[in-house]
C-alpha cells in the first residue's frame, strides 16, 4: 500500500489556481444527472458491488440512483456537505436503515455476490461481517474485557475461557490497546478516555471476525493525538479488512484512504484515486467543494 497519500494531507498542497475565495453559495447552475459518475466508482476485485442504490425517507429521496464498487482490503473515504447522504449511504452497507421505519432502499447491494436486501437474508450474521464503529465512541457499561468479548459471545465463536481471552488479547492487539490496557482488563470502560474508547470499540469490532469494517465520523470527538492514533490503526488494518470511512476532514480523507467518494445531495458526483481527487478533481462540484467554494 502506499503512504496513505500523505503527500496530500494539507489543503496547502491544492495548485493555487484552484484555490478559491471561501464563500457559504453553491453553484446554483450546475445539473446533476441521477445516475451519472464521474472518475473510477468501478473497482477490478469488489468486495460490495452497488447498482442503482436509492433510499428514500417517505417520499423524499435521500440516495439518488448511485452506483459504485467498494474494493477488497480498500479504503474509501466518502466526503462531502452536511446531509448530502453519505452516513446514508454507509448505513446501507450493513441495513442500520432498517431501524428507520420510514426508510426505504432499492436496488442492488451485493457482498460477495450475496444480496444483502434478500428477505432471508440474517440481518445478524451480515453484521457481523460488516461491523461499525460510530462518531462517539459508545462502551457497554461494562469492563474492558467483557465489551471485547460480548461479540464472540453471543455469536458462539469460542466455546473455552482460553480462546476467549486469546480472542479479546488478538483484538486489542489489533486495535493498538492491548499494551495500555492488559492490566487492568477487569475496569469499567467507561472510565478509559475518549481515543481509547474508540479503540475499543474497534477491538469489540473486529472481535468477531468482520469482513467490512464502517466507519462514520470515527475521530470528530477526538483530540489530534487520539486521531493518530486511530489513522494509523486504520491504515494497519487494511491490510486485513475493508474500510469504509465517512468523514468531514479533507485532510483526513487524504491521509487515509485509497479512493475517495464525493456526495452532493444525495448523488455520487465523483470517485477517483484519493490523490486525484485532492490534486487535479474531474467535476467543477468537487473542485469546488474541496477548494471551500461551499460545504
Not at 6 to 21: G, H, L, N
Not at 78 to 89: A, D, E, L, M, R
Not at 102 to 119: N, P, T
Not at 275 to 291: A, M, Q, R
Request: aromatic share 6%; with cysteine.
Amino acid at each position: 500500500m502506499n503512504t496513505m497519500n500523505s503527500t496530500i494531507a494539507s489543503e496547502a498542497q491544492v495548485p493555487e489556481e484552484k484555490v478559491m475565495p471561501v464563500t457559504e453559495e453553491r453553484p446554483e447552475d450546475t445539473v446533476l444527472e441521477e445516475g451519472v459518475t464521474v472518475g473510477k466508482p468501478f473497482a477490478d476485485d469488489p468486495k460490495f458491488k452497488l447498482r442503482n442504490v436509492e433510499v428514500f425517507y417517505g417520499d423524499s429521496p435521500a440516495i439518488k440512483n448511485i452506483s459504485l464498487d467498494i474494493g477488497r482490503n480498500e479504503v474509501i473515504a466518502f466526503i462531502g456537505p452536511s446531509g448530502c447522504g453519505k452516513s446514508t449511504f454507509l448505513r446501507c452497507l450493513n441495513r442500520m436503515n432498517d431501524s428507520i421505519d420510514i426508510c426505504k432502499v432499492k436496488g442492488q447491494l451485493m457482498l460477495d455476490d450475496e444480496d444483502i436486501y434478500h428477505s432471508k437474508k440474517d440481518v445478524v450474521e451480515l453484521r457481523a461481517r460488516v461491523g461499525m464503529v460510530f462518531q462517539k465512541p459508545n462502551p457497554f457499561p461494562k469492563s474492558i474485557y467483557d465489551n471485547v468479548a460480548y461479540g464472540p459471545r453471543i455469536h458462539g465463536l469460542a466455546n473455552r475461557k482460553s480462546d476467549l481471552d486469546e480472542i479479546v488479547e488478538n483484538s486489542l492487539r489489533k486495535a493498538g490497546l492491548w499494551n495500555e490496557v492488559k492490566d487492568r482488563l477487569d475496569a469499567t470502560a467507561t472510565g478509559m478516555s475518549g481515543g481509547q474508547q474508540q479503540r475499543l470499540c474497534i477491538a469489540r469490532a473486529i472481535a468477531v471476525s468482520p469482513e467490512v469494517i464502517l466507519m462514520d465520523e470515527p475521530c470528530s470527538a477526538l483530540d489530534p493525538i487520539a486521531t493518530a492514533k486511530v489513522e494509523e490503526l486504520i491504515a494497519e488494518m487494511s491490510e486485513s479488512y475493508t474500510i469504509v470511512i465517512v468523514t468531514h476532514s479533507m485532510q483526513q480523507a487524504a491521509r487515509v484512504s485509497h479512493r475517495t467518494a464525493y456526495f452532493h445531495l444525495g448523488h455520487l458526483v465523483e470517485v477517483n484515486e484519493t490523490d486525484k481527487v485532492f490534486t487535479s478533481p474531474e467535476h467543477e462540484l468537487t473542485e469546488s467543494y474541496i477548494t471551500g467554494r461551499f460545504g
